[in-house]
């Protein structure tokens, strides 16, 4: 596979985000030591500096037919990218900590487009599944655009592409007028009257009742005797 160096140099230094970034301890071809690197994961390319303000990339692993494990190593937290072809040779690759070994693994694990593929499946096949099990989700159909189909008239059916107009909904009978609020010499103003009027008659009759009993009380008492005369109360 033919790989342009100004695309790859390009691509490996736009501003577009990339998948991880971060130093890591790549040995060499021969195995004799390791060299610290700078190491950006775009897409199913893994590219290495020299360091991390380079603009030219020292090379670039092409992740696909590829698997990433563990490995014992002198360097700690190290694992391998190991081609199954067996063209290309393993790449030893060492982190500066186990949150980085993990990262990387994982990272460089999901970045081939084998991967991507076998999640695409299996997406499809859960919609799928799901689209089975609730057929009351489907999309509606849309209407057509016949609404009416009219009885038919000279013996041929009459069709209608027009909607038939609503019919016009009862009106309501019109509020009775509000009444008007009654004036200061109205009806309140004769009704005061007559209860100041009949006020004073009540009190003048209740007056005259209280002077009836007041005379009734200093009348004599007259009592039958034996001898058929009368005789009067004893004063005191």
């Excluded at 199954?84 to 990272?107: M, N, T």
């Excluded at 076998?118 to 609730?134: D, I, K, N, T």
């Excluded at 849309?142 to 909607?163: M, Q, T």
Aim: proline share 8%; charged share 20%; aromatic share 8%.
């Amino acid at each position: 596979m033919k790989l342009n160096e100004r695309s790859l140099a390009f691509y490996a230094t736009c501003d577009a985000p990339v998948d991880n970034a971060g130093f890591l301890h790549k040995r060499g071809a021969r195995g004799a030591g390791s060299h610290r690197r700078w190491f950006v994961l775009r897409g199913n390319m893994l590219f290495y500096f020299e360091s991390e303000a380079s603009r030219e990339p020292l090379g670039v692993i092409l992740l696909e037919g590829c698997t990433v494990e563990l490995v014992d190593a002198r360097e700690e937290f190290a694992f391998a990218v190991r081609f199954a072809s067996g063209r290309s040779r393993p790449y030893v690759l060492a982190a500066d900590s186990q949150a980085a070994l993990e990262g990387w693994v994982k990272a460089l694990s999901r970045a081939s487009f084998h991967y991507l593929r076998l999640v695409v499946h299996e997406l499809e096949q859960q919609l799928a599944a799901m689209r089975e099990r609730s057929p009351a989700n489907a999309l509606p159909t849309s209407p057509s655009p016949v609404s009416n189909l009219r009885p038919k008239e000279n013996g041929r059916a009459a069709w209608s592409v027009l909607p038939e107009k609503p019919t016009a909904a009862p009106q309501r009978p019109p509020l009775p007028p509000r009444r008007r609020a009654s004036a200061p010499n109205g009806p309140l103003a004769s009704f005061a009257q007559l209860h100041e009027r009949y006020g004073l008659e009540v009190q003048a009759l209740r007056s005259q009742w209280r002077g009836g009993q007041a005379g009734l009380a200093g009348l004599e008492v007259w009592h039958p005797s034996s001898s058929g005369g009368t005789h009067t109360q004893d004063q005191p």
